[in-house]
């Protein structure tokens, strides 16, 4: 049974730092592909960043160019965890923010064919 549970939001205020963790549970292999998509009010859900991992390891990453430079995703496979380190926070970046996954092999990001979803952690930036 697949499953993605996302923590670490909050309140923060402009310039701010926040880390998201995504912790998944039953994938079957250590191949294996996770993104960060986030949806603000009004706004259609975009995906901000990905992470491809193969064998364990990073294979590869992106970034929407609205994020590039202040956000880094990184994936501990042993402790079943994937990261999204959000520095120099805007009140732009406020939205829901989802972790999800495609378990089955290490497709190249980004990617869009994610079968999983955990329910979401909100981030609010204030100005």
């Known amino acids: 049974e697949v499953q993605l549970v996302e923590s670490g939001g909050g309140l923060v205020q402009a310039g701010g730092s926040l880390r998201l963790s995504c912790s998944r549970s039953?994938?079957?292999?250590?191949?294996?592909?996770v993104a960060w998509f986030r949806q603000a009010p009004g706004k259609e859900r975009e995906e901000i960043s990905c992470?491809?991992?193969?064998?364990?390891?990073?294979?590869?990453?992106s970034y929407q160019d609205s994020v590039k430079g202040r956000f880094t995703i990184t994936s501990d496979n042993a402790e079943n965890m994937v990261y999204l380190q959000m520095d120099n926070l805007k009140p732009e970046d406020t939205a829901l923010y989802y972790c999800?996954?495609?378990?089955?092999?290490?497709?190249?990001?980004?990617?869009?064919?994610?079968?999983?979803w955990g329910n979401g952690t909100l981030v609010a930036v204030s100005s």
């Open positions: 999800a996954a495609d378990p089955s092999w290490s497709f190249k990001c980004p990617y869009f064919g994610m079968i999983y």
């Open positions: 039953g994938f079957p292999f250590d191949d294996y592909v």
């Open positions: 992470i491809s991992v193969g064998g364990g390891s990073e294979t590869s990453t």
